[in-house]
Nanobody, 122 residues
Framework: QVQLQESGPGLVKPSQTLSLTCTVSGDSVTKYDTAWTWIRQPPGKGLEWIAFIGYDGTTVYSSSLQSRTSISMDTSKNQFSLQLRSVTPEDTAAYYC??????????????WGQGTQVTVSS
């Protein structure tokens, strides 16, 4: 019954902030040892891990994106969000949220959102 759904604008202008929200149903974002993850896939390229936020609020970021990235959680709404600042066209990608459950490793995802296409263009 776990479902994840991304939401946010599909078009962002260069230098602005990309903001996405993942709404979780059928599970709690505070579930023990669970990490909530943002991943992206640029056109024609492979998946790129962006960041995760753990059930206890722990955050870990990709070193290549850390300076521009924030991940946060709203427990009252059972959702988590991504902000990627100072975007360029290189940030154009399909963005996914995913769950990394307890006992399966931080790089193992059992549930994914459908993904949302974000285009960075003026």
């Amino acid at each position: 019954q776990v479902q994840l759904q991304e939401s946010g604008p599909g078009l962002v202008k260069p230098s602005q902030t990309l903001s996405l929200t993942c709404t979780v149903s059928g599970d709690s974002v505070t579930k023990y040892d669970t990490a909530w993850t943002w991943i992206r896939q640029p056109p024609g390229k492979g998946l790129e891990w962006i960041a995760f936020i753990g059930y206890d609020g722990t955050t870990v970021y990709s070193s290549s994106l850390q300076s521009r990235t924030s991940i946060s959680m709203d427990t009252s709404k059972n959702q988590f969000s991504l902000q990627l600042r100072s975007v360029t066209p290189e940030d154009t990608a399909a963005y996914y949220c995913a769950r990394a459950p307890s006992g399966m490793g931080w790089d193992t995802y059992d549930y994914w959102g459908q993904g949302t296409q974000v285009t960075v263009s003026s």
